[in-house]
């Protein structure tokens, strides 16, 4: 179901031209209809209901992320990019054998990456990761990675020879255990040394066992990878939270970046800087 409703409001100062990197709108299911493979359809949560949170938040920016739910029909996030024209981007789901045309009219769209996600039908398997990241690389455009985290030990010799740039969804999505010390993490902020690897502070509550509103178990590893790369660090809200049954308040996710940042000026590269370097804002 949607987040409940809510008029709390970030206790941060959100800098002018700060972005949402990762969110998902659906529906209303008339105009965009889901795929045949969804076996039960999620509730209308349109672009309207996100842009009142947009506004709670103070943020202007946004990164519309392709729900699984379409699979590789692109029209719902296309829609959401042009109504919040010049300050929404996307990220698609293409069919790995789509003509150039395509991809083409994607990214004159709006368009910036391409999602792989192997916990999930409707979005794009590793099996064919390096077939279609050199499609999009003409266009400049990332690969998005959300995974069970522990496979990033084996998937990061691969993730890391890629000719386009990686993003790591919800900080990979590691389990909690062993902290820092674990070696996924590790493998993480391999990919970080090379330069090209980007990394979504999002969904703590993914792997938190300690629960809202701060996550506190998963701060260790938020401050470890700004400070490893605070250049390459975005965050996302991840609104509607789809998955989740006890959905969090965004403020709050928001406000992590408080204890996790120790100055004004990662806190502007995180939510301004590195988005507009990476989507072209």
């Known amino acids: 179901m949607p987040p409940a409703p809510s008029s709390r409001r970030s206790r941060l100062t959100v800098p002018a031209g700060a972005c949402d990197c990762h969110m998902h709108v659906y529906g209303p299911a008339v105009r965009f209809p889901y795929a045949q493979s969804v076996k039960t359809s999620p509730p209308d949560v349109p672009l309207e209901a996100y842009l009142e949170l947009r506004q709670r938040l103070s943020l202007q920016r946004?990164?519309?992320?392709?729900?699984?739910?379409?699979?590789?029909?692109?029209?719902?996030?296309?829609?959401a990019i042009a109504r919040t024209a010049p300050n929404g981007r996307g990220i698609a789901v293409i069919d790995p054998a789509a003509p150039e045309a395509e991809i083409a009219r994607l990214h004159a769209a709006g368009m910036r990456g391409v999602r792989f996600h192997d916990m999930v039908a409707g979005c794009l398997p590793f099996d064919v990761l390096e077939p279609v990241a050199a499609r999009v690389r003409p266009h400049g455009w990332h690969v998005q990675v959300q995974l069970d985290g522990d496979g990033l030990v084996d998937l990061t010799p691969r993730l890391a020879t890629l000719p386009v740039d990686v993003v790591i969804d919800h900080m990979g999505r590691i389990p909690v255990e062993g902290g820092t010390e674990r070696a996924a993490f590790k493998s993480l902020l391999r990919l970080l040394d090379t330069g090209r690897c980007w990394i979504k502070l999002s969904a703590p509550y993914h792997v938190s066992r300690a629960g809202r509103p701060a996550y506190a178990d998963?701060?260790?590893?938020?401050?470890?990878?700004i400070r490893a790369a605070p250049e390459r660090m975005l965050w996302g809200s991840n609104w509607p939270h789809p998955s989740v049954r006890e959905k969090p308040d965004d403020v709050d996710l928001l406000d992590i970046l408080a204890d996790w940042t120790d100055d004004e000026v990662t806190l502007h590269r995180i939510l301004v800087d590195n988005p507009a370097a990476l989507f072209g804002f």
Do not use: E, H, I, K
């Open 218 to 225: 998963c701060a260790s590893r938020g401050r470890a990878l």
């Open 62 to 79: 946004t990164v519309f992320v392709q729900p699984s739910a379409y699979g590789t029909d692109n029209a719902c996030v296309l829609d």
